[in-house]
T-cell receptor, first 112, second 114 residues
Framework: ETGVTQSPTHLIKTRGQQVTLRCSSQ?????VSWYQQALGQGPQFIFQ???????GRGNFPPRFSGLQFPNYSSELNVNALELDDSALYLC???????????FGPGTRLTVL | AQSVAQPEDQVNVAEGNPLTVKCTYS??????LFWYVQYPNRGLQFLLK??????LVKGSYGFEAEFNKSQTSFHLKKPSALVSDSALYFC????????????FGSGTKLNVKP
């Protein structure tokens, strides 16, 4: 186990709703990255937070937003959910921006 | 842009035989390469990485990977496969020039048969 935890494990929402996913980073890690993994595909980078600031973003629209807290835990917020947002959302923490990323178990989001 | 390719969707191997899962990369500058494994309904587990140094990198669970600069490859290997190695394997490259973003391949499903 990596020590990275995510909640909830599963979530079902309907189109247009908003969702918040949570991640607790491994002890001592100050960097959190979020990924979206659609069925049958590799993870796609959403964004990274380093010391409470967004530090890089992938090709995702602004309705995907995040936060990192002083204890380095993080949230991913998705507004105006679309059917294509259905995926496994993975959080990864690292000791700093350059280090190996360690992944949590993921949150499975289903949008109906 | 950085990218990795995993040319095989699936690899089948008998238990006890050697296994190879292929990965090729395209990067500008020095490559920072990783292998992760994913079991069903689980997150990704780190196996090994290449940053610099020896071309043969040893990792967890008896896995190793060979970095080949001339062929731009980073194939994952294991001398003797176990049934428990059956999982989804991802190769990834880190773009140190772009906020250390990770780019993952599409994954290769490894099936080890008894």
């Amino acid at each position: 186990e990596t020590g990275v935890t995510q909640s909830p494990t599963h979530l079902i929402k309907t189109r247009g709703q908003q969702v918040t996913l949570r991640c607790s980073s491994q002890s001592g890690h100050n960097t959190v990255s979020w990924y979206q993994q659609a069925l049958g595909q590799g993870p796609q980078f959403i964004f990274q937070y380093y010391r409470e600031e967004e530090n890089g973003r992938g090709n995702f629209p602004p309705r995907f937003s995040g936060l990192q807290f002083p204890n380095y835990s993080s949230e991913l917020n998705v507004n105006a959910l679309e059917l294509d947002d259905s995926a496994l959302y993975l959080c990864a923490s690292s000791l700093n921006r350059e280090d190996t990323q360690y992944f949590g178990p993921g949150t499975r989001l289903t949008v109906l | 842009a950085q990218s990795v390719a995993q040319p095989e969707d699936q690899v089948n191997v008998a238990e006890g035989n050697p296994l190879t899962v292929k990965c090729t990369y395209s990067v500008s500058g020095n490559p920072y390469l990783f292998w992760y494994v994913q079991y069903p309904n689980r997150g990704l587990q780190f196996l090994l990485k290449y940053i610099t140094g020896d071309n043969l990198v040893k990792g967890s669970y008896g896995f190793e990977a060979e970095f080949n600069k001339s062929q731009t490859s980073f194939h994952l290997k294991k001398p003797s496969a176990l049934v428990s190695d059956s999982a989804l394997y991802f190769c990834a490259v880190r773009d140190i020039g772009d906020f250390n973003k990770f780019y993952f391949g599409s994954g290769t499903k490894l099936n080890v048969k008894p």
